[in-house]
Each structure stands twice: as structure tokens, then as C-alpha cells.
T-cell receptor, first 115, second 114 residues
């Protein structure tokens, strides 16, 4: 099915571990983004990309890395997990024309717990 | 700076009541877009509506309606004759003209009781 696919859906990490959250879209969208959702704070932008090879920081980039080697994939790397990174992570994609009309298409989210 | 404020953290209504969710935004862009998303208990984010800064017409879609007022920087969402299935968290969001970044409000949790 077309859309944004995030894996895994759930993950528990120990403090200091690293991991990669995967995000893939098959809609040939230019834009991809990562958000984290915390209680009472809505969704906050971590990193975003406007095309393959181009990434930039959002509101809360510390502790995360991204790369965009292909149009389809936009993985989010946690370098050294901390309890403050316990959150629900959403990947989203759009292209400018579609973004103007529909906003983002979101993945189903990854619930991450850091202990 | 871009900012979206949803002052109502949680609202509870009884089925068939009308309810309005408030959204106030701040932006210096002359062209911008406003969105509403619904997040049901299952957790996914569902797009509801987009409005651009040049279109102040109100919109109605079934039981949903949106009131956009640039003079007060507000984009409020009304559900008429609420139903239990409307129970969800609703987010208002703002994007500038480049669509690289969306700024979300903190969300309003709507509880519709039978």
C-alpha cells in the first residue's frame, strides 16, 4: 500500500544505546520530516529534508542525526539514547504541490522508551 | 517566529452537543497555511482541512466547520452534533509558504460521552 512506512512500531532501549528509526515512502515525495510527540507539547520538528542529499535541523535536533541518500528513505538515528528521548516519533512526507493542498502524510508512528 | 496556541487542553461534551476547538496562530509570513489534524486513540494522524492565508471563507464539511479570521489570527474548528467517534486529540498546525516545516499546537483532547 502506498504511504509512509515506519519501523519499528515499538522499541525499548537502554540509556546509551544507539538505534535507527526507519522511514520509507513510495509516493516520490520531495519533502520528508521527523517529529516527536510528547504529552502536552504537540508535535515538534526534529529534522527535515527537501530532497535527496539535503537535510536541515528543526526545533529539537540535539541527539539525532538524519541523512537522505534516496528520495524514498529518511532514517532517524539516535546516537546515544537518553530517557528524555522517550517519545512517539512520526515520520511525514509531502511534495510542495500536495503539501499546499493536503499537508503531510504521516506514518503510523514509533513508540520509543528509553530506560 | 511561528507559533500555534491551542489553549483548551481537554474538553468533555455529551453526544449531540456542539463543540468548538480554538486555535490561535502567530506568523510574520504574508503567505501561510493552516491545518487541522485528528489523532484518534489508535494514534495515527489524519488530515482534516487546509486553509491558505488568502482565503478567509468559512468552510463546512458535514458536521465539521472551520472559521478563519485573520483579524484575530484564529482558525477555530466546530463539530456540530458531536458523536462518540469524534473523541480524539485535535491538532492545529501552521506552515509557511515553503512547507518545509509545520508548527503544531499542543493539541486539544475531545471526549464525547454517550
Amino acid at each position: 500500500n502506498a504511504g509512509v512506512t515506519q519501523t519499528p512500531k515499538f522499541q525499548v532501549l537502554k540509556t546509551g544505546q544507539s538505534m535507527t528509526l526507519q522511514c520509507a515512502q513510495d509516493m516520490n515525495h520531495e519533502y520528508m520530516s521527523w517529529y516527536r510527540q510528547d504529552p502536552g507539547m504537540g508535535l515538534r520538528l526534529i529534522h527535515y529534508s527537501v530532497g535527496a542529499g539535503i537535510t536541515d535541523q528543526g526545533e529539537v535536533p540535539n541527539g539525532y542525526n538524519v541523512s537522505r541518500s534516496t528520495t524514498e528513505d529518511f532514517p532517524l538515528r539516535l546516537l546515544s539514547a537518553a530517557p528524555s528521548q522517550t517519545s512517539v516519533y512520526f515520520c511525514a512526507s509531502s511534495y510542495k504541490g500536495r503539501a499546499a493542498i493536503y499537508g503531510y502524510t504521516f506514518g503510523s508512528g514509533t513508540r520509543l522508551t528509553v530506560v | 517566529a511561528q507559533k500555534v496556541t491551542q489553549a483548551q487542553t481537554e474538553i468533555s461534551v455529551v453526544e449531540k452537543e456542539d463543540v468548538t476547538l480554538d486555535c490561535v496562530y502567530e506568523t510574520r509570513d504574508t503567505t501561510y497555511y493552516l491545518f487541522w489534524y485528528k489523532q484518534p486513540p489508535s494514534g495515527e494522524l489524519v488530515f482534516l482541512i487546509r486553509r491558505n492565508s488568502f482565503d478567509e471563507q468559512n468552510e463546512i464539511s458535514g458536521r465539521y466547520s472551520w472559521n478563519f479570521q485573520k483579524s484575530t489570527s484564529s482558525f477555530n474548528f466546530t463539530i456540530t452534533a458531536s458523536q462518540v467517534v469524534d473523541s480524539a486529540v485535535y491538532f492545529c498546525a501552521l506552515s509557511g509558504n515553503n512547507f518545509n516545516k509545520f508548527y503544531f499546537g499542543s493539541g486539544t483532547k475531545l471526549n464525547v460521552k454517550p
